[in-house]
């Protein structure tokens, strides 16, 4: 072989060493990284969707939609608690007809709605109204949860608490922020749940 050729094959073959060399010494840090932090996260399923892979505005979308589906539940399950002690004979009585499928509705859209924070895989939305504690315990009381009973607590803590459907729905004359607050905390069916409290503000 003549010895300029000699020469280009060799130096080939040192680039071509070379550049595997550099390609495996750029892989080796970035395998040991992955490892270590950020790109492994333990997923936080809510219904199926990792929120960890949801923006703020996501996130509060997503409890918007959940949002509308509580509001049909409430209606559905405030139907049922209303009627589960009455006999109907006929499908035509019912003065309570009018109020019928429309308690979830109303209470959502009597709150201003406000941001929604995250603590793994449930999420937690704040509610406002202006209000007190009698207000709180109509709007429970309109409800009609099912088994309700009365609750205490410390600082003199009062309130009722019941279920409508999964959802259970509590009524307290204080909360972690001073005020009377009417707290719904459902678990959702496919990971994680959701905790609204609707507080009532002077
Ligand atoms: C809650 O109710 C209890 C019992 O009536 C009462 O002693 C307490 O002061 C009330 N708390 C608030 C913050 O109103």
């Known amino acids: 072989m003549d010895a300029k050729l000699l020469l280009l094959f060799a130096s080939s073959a040192v680039l071509a060493l070379s550049s595997g060399v550099s390609v495996l010494s750029t892989n080796a840090p970035d395998v040991v990284t992955s490892d270590t932090s950020d790109n492994v996260v333990t997923p936080a399923y809510y219904d199926g969707i990792d929120l960890n892979t949801l923006s703020d505005d996501e996130l509060d979308a997503l409890v918007d939609a959940k949002d509308e589906i509580l509001e049909g539940e409430l209606d559905i399950a405030g139907y049922i608690n209303a009627v589960a002690n009455k006999r109907r004979l006929h499908k035509r009585w019912i003065p309570l007809a009018r109020a019928a499928f429309s308690i979830g509705r109303s ?89 609204r409290k609707f507080r009532y503000n002077e």
Not at 119 to 147: E, K
């Open 107 to 195: 209470l959502l859209r009597s709150f201003s709605r406000g941001r929604v924070t995250r603590s793994g895989s449930r999420l937690t939305r704040q509610y406002n109204r202006q209000g007190n504690y009698g207000d709180a315990v109509r709007d429970f009381n309109r409800l009609n949860p099912s088994g309700a009973r009365p609750i205490s607590g410390r600082n003199n803590l009062q309130g009722i608490t019941g279920t409508m459907g999964r959802h259970r729905v509590t009524v307290r004359n204080t909360s972690s922020n001073g005020r009377p607050t009417l707290e719904i905390r459902s678990p959702n069916a496919n990971g994680g749940s959701t905790v």
